[in-house]
Structures are given as C-alpha cells and as structure tokens.
C-alpha cells in the first residue's frame, strides 16, 4: 500500500528541496540566548529566536519552575474542564490579565490553539470576519473553522478596512482581527486608527499579540499600551513561547463573557492538555519580574535602536520598525539565502525570507534583537554583516 504514496512523496520532497525550500534543522545543545553552541561544538550569536527579552534561560524562571516540579509534579494528565486546573493555571491567568489590563484570561497549550479555538465559538454564519492580508497562519486557520462571512484587507491598509467593514454591514456582529506586530516587517499594527473604524463601523477587534506583548510599549503591555488602548479591545491572543520565556503556552484574554464562552465551547481547550504547572509557575513569575522593573524592556528597546542606527550608518536599508524586528532588505531571493549561510560562517544566526513568505522582490534578511544580547554581540553582529554586505556587493 505505501509503494505508491512512498513514491509521491519521495517526488514532492525533491521538488521542494530543488526549489531551495526545504527547512533544514540547526541542533542546539545550550541553553537559548544571546550565544548559543552547536552539536558541533562552535559557538555562535543568535539574531533569529523570539527570545526578545532573554528569558528563555531566566534563573527566576527556572527556579519557579524547579519549585512548581516539586510541589505540583511534572504533568497535568488531563484537560482543564476534567481534572487539569491547579492553582498556578488560575494564578496565571489572573495575571496576564493584570498585565493586559483585561478581564480575564484562558490558557491554551499554544497561541495557534488560542487562534485555533476563538472564531468558531463566538461567531455564525450570520456574523463577519475582517482580517488583515498578513495575519499569521493560525489565525487564517482559525478563521477557516469558523462559518462568519470572511472579508479580507490589504495590510494594515485603513481605507480597505473601511471598506471591507461597509460591505460587513450586511452582517450582525463584526469582528476585525489582526496581528499586533506583523513578523516579516515589524510593522505595528495602526490600532488607534482600527479602533475609530470599528467604533464608526460597530465591530469588535481582535489583536494577536504574540510578537508585540513584552515587546512594544513602554512596558512591554504590548500594542495597547502603544496606543492608549488598554482595557478597550475586545480580544487579545498570546504565546508564552516568545518573549514571555520562550518554553510553551499560549492565551485569549479580554472581555469576561468571552472568556467564559470559550472555556465551555473553545475545542482545543476542551479536547487538549493543560500546561504543565511548572510553565504556570514560571509565567506567574514573568509577569511579577516585569511588573518590578522594566529594565528588560529598557535594553531590548536600546539595543534595537542601537542596532538600527548602526546598520542604516553602515548602508544598509532596513525597513521601518515598531518592534525588535528588523528587516534588512535584499530584495533579491538568491542574495538573501547566500547572505544568510555567510553569516552563519561568520558565527551569525539569521534567518533570510523570499516569496512566498514574502512578497516577490522583497526578499530579506530577518535580524531579530534581544535584551539577551550584549552591546559586543550587536557590535559583532553589525561587522560580519558590513563584512559579507561587501563581499556580495550589497555595500559599495
Ligand atoms: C508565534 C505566533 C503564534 C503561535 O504561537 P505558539 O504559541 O508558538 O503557537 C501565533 N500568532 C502569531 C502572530 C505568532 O507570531
């Protein structure tokens, strides 16, 4: 039975691989941060982990964790609504409420279960979606599960929200989704200018936050904080797998009823396991260290202008951001790969993108900054930058 299927996919995985698309794995055998070593024993800078506050490797949190291993055991063995609550899962959803000024808050096992698990809920074949064009995948595949009327805008593009949102009058409720930071520019999504048209058009708004949470703002509270929007959307998604210490987790936090709603009718958080309590305890500690000091915010926001300033100086054309994203423009696909696998003889972990993650013309490379990183790795990264950009012709 398996000849044939064998066959095919021995086919379409050359495809991929001949058409230079297939995801090849780095093995880390450190700890996550600013310096990582490999299998193979070399040490090298890593400018491609969503460990934008560096606390994938966090005493505190190891040591909240190490607690929570003692007192509450390793795993849950159960779904929340059976027999999968401790007191960490509570705890912690009370504070990333706290933290997004919301009202209360659902955990998942993953923001793409949150996504996952949100639209299909709350909204009929009598309500309406409006999504951002660049909204990530789970939010695309959550949107696909649920039967709304689905309308589409250009990114970030207000004039197309507004006129997606005219056509969505037909509709009873309205619901306009985006990404709060967009992962292949690190754009921020307009949101004070979303609210208007939802507030003129009726809609309630939703904001994944997973790369702007501990990131934008002062505080790191994320795109409402940015934009004097605390408390007043509807619905917020997250990941405790970015800056948030990077192990696993994800949630949906906002307006009290909606949160009660998914808990009794959210799939995956009713088909799926709890997170373990010890990535409960560690959470409530994140939460508790930022609430103390925003001395990681501080250095992820200097050490991302820092950055900037010192390619831009150095000629490089780096798109705008709003985030600890930055995306230096290659616009040419092949460039970009070659420059990436000269970085990485260099010691520099980065990530180069083509279509069709994006658009054709625009390809980059992705540099993603950390309060892990020290002024000698920016430094560090920035020569080998400068250095392989005038081997490959892209500084003159
Ligand atoms: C990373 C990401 C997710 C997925 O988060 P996980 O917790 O890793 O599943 C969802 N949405 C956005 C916008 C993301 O960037």
Redesign the pocket.
Known sequence: MYNNFQAYLKKELADIESAGLYKNERIIVSPQGGEITLKNGTKALNFCA?NYLGLANNPQLIAAAKEALETHGYGMASVRFICGCSDLHKALEAKIAEFFGTEDTILYA???DA?GGVFEPLLTDQDAIISDALN?A??IDGVRLCKAVRYRYANADMADLEKQLQAAQAQRFRLIVT?GVF?MDGNVAPLDKIYELASKYDAMVMV?E??SAGVVGRTGRGVTEQYNLRGKIEILTG????AFGGAI??FTTGKKEIIDMLRQRSRPYLFSNSIPPMVAAAGVKMVEMMSATNELQDKLHSNTEYFVTKMKAAGFDIKPTQSAICAVMLYDAKLSQTMAAKLQEEGIFVTGFYYPVVPKGQARIRVQISAAHEVEHLDKCIAAFTKVGKELGVLK
């Open positions: 969503n993953a923001c793409f996504n990530h789970s939010i990404d992962s994944d997973s790369h990941t405790l797998g970015k987790g994800g």
